[in-house]
């Protein structure tokens, strides 16, 4: 676990990528309740405006944490954690699906031992977050 | 067609409380993709200071789906074609991890509704409380109803 004595503004999170394939949704359908038609139909996502099935933004949420909880060691330092969904992620019916990218960076140092976390990601040259950004408690 | 503005301001305590089982959370985990030891494993969890296995960060997401008949996105009076909404923005204030073995009771309100370009923009905040009075945290839910936003008039020349 980073301590906050050590841990400067400007400390860059080690960047990741993952993926999410039309499965992954099925099982985060699951998982989560919710069924959303939008996540699993293509018929239906494209009748209605999306370019495809997308994903749940709440899956690119949970992703995009994953460098953060992965960065503080416990998970349960996670205080706060806030995104804006700029763009969908669309998930193509093959076995690549969707690549995030994800990156991240200490914004500020609080008081309590707490730090600001501003995060980015992407699928292909879009940002698929805004205003992404996580409170994390170090000791 | 436009939601229902008569919505804002309405609260929508959960029927029942909401009980965190370390299946759940493991089965949540793994559809994340992240198997982190603190979300399977009660000794990992313990050795990190949690008394049993923690939830990730975004778990209580359920809450939304778990309460959504009786809450009110489901609510006909609302007017939301559910197939026209996308997610807009999220946040969690969490003062403590969940855990396997909370019984959490939420209450789920209707902070705003308002219009953005030609989508209408629904704001809920669900507070969610352990069974001894603890907060526990604070969802934000912003969910975008796409191209329902009642026609602007014409301005006067």
Redesign the interface.
Same mark, same amino acid.
């Given at each position: 676990m980073p301590r906050y004595d050590e841990v400067e503004v400007g400390t860059e999170l080690p960047a990741r990528t993952f993926t999410i394939t039309r499965a992954d949704l099925v099982r985060y359908c699951g998982a989560s309740g919710d069924f959303n038609v939008i996540h699993w139909n293509e018929r239906i996502a494209t009748a209605v405006g999306l370019p495809d099935v997308i994903s749940h933004g709440m899956m690119t949420m949970a992703q995009t944490g994953r460098a953060v909880t992965d960065w503080a060691g416990d998970p349960g330092a996670v205080r706060s954690y806030a995104v804006r969904f700029s763009r969908p992620v669309a998930v193509a019916d093959d076995d690549q699906g969707a690549t995030l990218t994800v990156s991240g960076t200490v914004e500020d140092k609080l008081d309590g031992g707490r730090v600001v976390l501003g995060l980015t990601a992407t699928v292909g040259d879009s940002k698929v977050l805004t205003a992404a950004k996580a409170v994390v408690q170090l000791s | 067609m436009p939601v229902n503005r008569d919505f804002i301001g309405r609260e929508y305590p959960a029927s029942a409380p909401y009980e965190v089982g370390r299946e759940?959370i493991r $089965?949540?985990a793994?559809?994340?993709?992240?198997v982190?030891p603190?979300?399977l494993d009660a000794e990992a969890a313990r050795a990190?200071?949690?008394p049993d296995v923690?939830a990730?960060?975004?778990f209580l997401?359920?809450l939304?789906?778990?309460y959504?008949t009786e809450g009110p996105l489901s609510d006909p009076a609302l007017g939301l074609d559910?197939?026209?909404?996308?997610?807009?923005?999220?946040?969690?204030?969490?003062h403590?991890?969940v855990r396997a073995g909370d019984v959490l009771s939420s209450v789920q309100s209707v902070e705003d509704i308002k219009d953005a370009g030609r989508n209408e923009l629904i704001v809920t905040v669900t507070q969610v409380t352990a069974a001894d009075g603890e907060k526990v945290a604070t969802l $934000?839910s912003t969910i975008v109803s $796409?191209g329902t936003a009642a026609p602007r008039e014409p301005k006067e020349a």
């Open positions: - | 759940h $089965r949540f793994e559809a994340i993709g992240d982190n603190a979300y990190l200071g949690h923690i990730p960060p975004t997401t359920v939304n789906f778990r959504a559910y197939s026209m909404v996308v997610h807009g923005e999220q946040s969690f204030e969490l403590r991890p $934000r $796409r």
